[in-house]
DNA sequence: AATAAATACTATCAAATAGATAGGATTAAT
DNA sequence: ATTAATCCTATCTATTTGATAGTATTTATT
């Protein structure tokens, strides 16, 4: 399971860049109202992807969010690793955040194999999705 | 992610089907030593299996726990399930724990394609590995 | 200069989950 | 009886999840 965290963060960020203008941010408020995001929890995520240089945002009157890069640039799980870690189901499988098992000797791990391929098919659906191509497009 | 638990109990199956035999049950405590696995959440991890009708035990002198079914039976994902839960990583998109999402109206949800796609692919990998398939057959 | 409206930041909180450990009760073979 | 195994209940700590409150700061407009 992905945290209700990080389905806010992906809702947010099509929201984002489906609404945006030129002139014109989008607000954390609209946001929250639109897709029922808990408002305050939003601003920390929207913060949050602001640091890590998915989003722009601008403060005062007239303020909001925009996107800091194309929408068709940001995958899933550039997005998925920076709000929940890891995506492999096993620390030691993991390309992003590897972490050894205490207690297995990884060459003779019997269960490593069949994680290694979820990971790969996993990703191989994940990579393959931008925010862009989550966007309602007429 | 899956749990610790969850490694654990994928492992100690195994390490049952590789080691028990017909006069003898495989006893906790070797499992542990052998794998590595705290003993007492060990202890608890296989009676949960035992009340899940994937074990079987024998208490006393001599017990120990064996395979209740057969090991090319039993698929990575039932166990999974039985201990953690839900594989999708999304509620609206679980096959065996469904839960609608509060905040969205399912049919114009724009991230439930790709988590039932992600899902599907997974699914592919996990239900097509039993305990046998993870077995050391010589 | 004052006001309004937005994000930024800090602190806090409650509930659930993860990951165990301790100790005694029960069962069964010898 | 003794020994050795599972079974059961209770408890504990740390982390994560999911959020809320309140204040500070910034900016556009009047």
Do not use: H, W
């Amino acid at each position: 399971m992905i945290s209700n965290k990080c389905k806010y963060a992906i809702k947010a960020l099509v929201y984002i860049a489906n609404n945006e203008q030129d002139d014109k941010a989008v607000m954390t408020a609209d946001i929250a109202r639109e897709q029922k995001i808990p408002r305050k929890f939003l601003e920390i995520i929207l913060r949050e992807l602001r640091n890590n240089r998915i989003l722009d945002s601008k403060r005062g009157k007239d303020g909001g969010f925009r996107m800091l890069r194309a929408p068709e640039n940001i995958s899933l799980t550039e997005i998925m690793r920076i709000i929940d870690g890891p995506i492999a189901m096993l620390p030691c499988v993991s390309l992003n955040y590897y972490r050894s098992c205490d207690e297995c000797e990884e060459d003779s791990c019997q269960i490593k194999t069949v994680f290694e391929q979820v990971r790969d098919k996993t990703l191989e659906v994940l990579n393959g999705k931008t925010i862009k191509s989550l966007t309602s497009q007429f």
